[in-house]
DNA sequence: ATGTCCCTTCACAAGGGA
């Protein structure tokens, strides 16, 4: 089975990208974020026609995540439990059971600079999935995939010493992925298709995608079940190029596990 | 360290967020 995760940046927006996206990679389950896109208004019906089953969790403006599946998708859950707000819970969290794998979907908050609350809400919602995800590493097979908005090492950012000071980078922030990787979770690499930098994120501005300046902060946490069953992982950079993409690239992970749909 | 994009609104320009 092929799964994949994209931070798609507005669904709307990406909408004739993503249907070209799905059409052509044929992914079996995907995992959305930054869909910015209230529930009554996501394109359920044109996702639909290529397949897909949809549960979408959105704010409307900012934020959003989806889940996407062609081999069923049951017990979805929208949040997870003790999930933080900013002040109120937003929507940054889905899950659902898909193949017999229970998928989550997340969009870490940015944490805009260390000095901000919103550098705390990071710290403290990346210990509430944590303590969220133990539970569900124990009951089965797992895939925790989305924008974590932390780059695991200095090897994950174009510039380590430009970085230094900033969100992404700082300790707590990967010690909060450490814990998660705790848990019994395992950081599936992909590969770049070009390059020896597998990053999925580059700033829209100077340039930064031509000159290969970008950041490895959408991950794929897969628990021993998954991860053991990894026949291939790459960042498909051919959906940053172009006219109108996302500033991130979707990951694409091939997984040798029966499909039983539901 | 900001050359873009996307969203929204006391809306057709500007601000917030990434």
Known sequence: ?????????????????????????????VCLQETKCADDAFPTDEIGVLGYRVAAHGDGRWNGVALLSRVGLDDVRRGFPGEPGFPEPEARAISGTAAGIRFTSVYVPNGRTPEDPHYAYKLTWLAALRDALAAEVAAGPVVLTGDFNVAPTDADVWDPAGFVGATHVTAPERDALAAIRA????????????????????????????????????LVYASDPVADAVRNAYVDREARKGKGPSDHAPIVVDVDLPLHPS
Request: no cysteine.
């Open 1 to 29: 089975m092929r799964f994949a995760t994209w931070n798609v940046n507005s669904i709307k927006a990406r909408l004739p990208r993503l249907l070209d996206w799905l059409a052509d990679t044929a992914p079996d389950v």
């Open 183 to 218: 848990t019994g979770l395992r950081d599936v690499e992909a590969r770049a298709l070009k390059g020896d930098r597998a990053y999925t994120y580059w700033d829209y501005r100077a340039g930064m995608f031509h000159q290969n300046k970008g950041m490895r902060i959408d």
